[in-house]
């Protein structure tokens, strides 16, 4: 069965920081960009950041650029969000998604991502 599992969400005050982890099942990671994504409640959801295939591209939202970085370990099938100095608007459900595509770029539209997760809630709060 082919998934990816998002974990690593919680409670957390403002200022502090929280690592997302996103892990495929099922199949390797090598050979696909993979992105993050979060929805907040009564909004869309939205492109946060995203790496490369290649793992020689990233892209962040502007609101996050500074504060949160993308990592990926293909030898874990493992992508990461690290999320420093976070702010009570970056509460929401954190999704990653992959896209299937060797190059050196990554995706910002919702609808170009495969798999989806079930997502890991993140809420900033004191």
């Known amino acids: 069965q082919v998934s990816v599992v998002e974990s690593g969400g919680g409670l957390v005050q403002p200022g502090g920081s929280l690592t997302l982890s996103c892990v495929a099942s099922g199949f390797s990671l090598d050979f696909y960009a993979i992105g993050w994504f979060r929805q907040a409640p009564g909004k869309e959801r939205e492109g946060v950041s995203c790496i490369s295939s290649s793992n020689t591209y990233t892209y962040y939202r502007d609101s996050v650029k500074g504060r949160f970085t993308i990592s990926r370990d293909n030898a874990k099938d493992t992508v990461y969000l690290q999320m420093n100095s976070l702010k009570p608007e970056d509460t929401a459900v954190y999704y990653c998604?992959?896209?299937?595509?060797?190059?050196?770029?990554?995706?910002?539209?919702?609808?170009?991502?495969?798999?989806w997760g079930q997502g890991t809630p993140v809420t900033v709060s004191s």
């Open positions: 998604a992959t896209h299937l595509g060797y190059g050196s770029t990554c995706p910002t539209e919702l609808h170009l991502y495969d798999f």
